[in-house]
């Protein structure tokens, strides 16, 4: 499941490069994608990659970080195929109308460095 892990850092980084350096159309982009799929079909997507990182973890050196990782996506999923109180909507609002410019390239720096952790540990 090591190609699972590898697959990851390199989508983190991808998006994490574009949120940093192209923030306004990387938010565009990345809103006609959440606005096209829908919440029950992100939350089994979060879903399905936290067990899969959940699983993969058991081959990287930093195991239990992985499986941390793994389980705040099934949290997530779980909360936005559940939605109480609305969530998915105020997040989503949140993240694509509300969050200055900053927060969303400080959200690429993140990816970024999560991503490169995550390779460097596979």
Do not use: C
Not at 50 to 71: D, E, T
Not at 85 to 98: D, P, T
Request: avoid cysteine; aromatic fraction near 14%.
């Amino acid at each position: 499941m090591e190609w699972f892990i590898w697959l990851i850092s390199v989508f983190w980084i991808a998006f994490g490069s574009l949120a940093i350096l192209y923030t306004a159309s990387t938010r565009e982009t990345t809103g006609r994608m959440v606005a096209r799929l829908g919440r029950v079909p992100l939350g089994v997507v979060a879903v399905v990659f936290g067990l899969l990182l959940m699983v993969a973890s058991r081959g990287s050196i930093q195991a239990g970080f992985i499986l941390f990782l793994g389980l705040l996506g099934l949290i997530k999923g779980g909360l936005f195929i559940w939605n109480p109180g609305g969530i998915y909507e105020k997040s989503v609002q949140w993240s694509l109308v509300e969050a200055s410019d900053q927060t969303y390239r400080f959200m690429g720096i993140v990816s970024l460095i999560l991503g490169t952790a995550l390779i460097s540990w596979s």
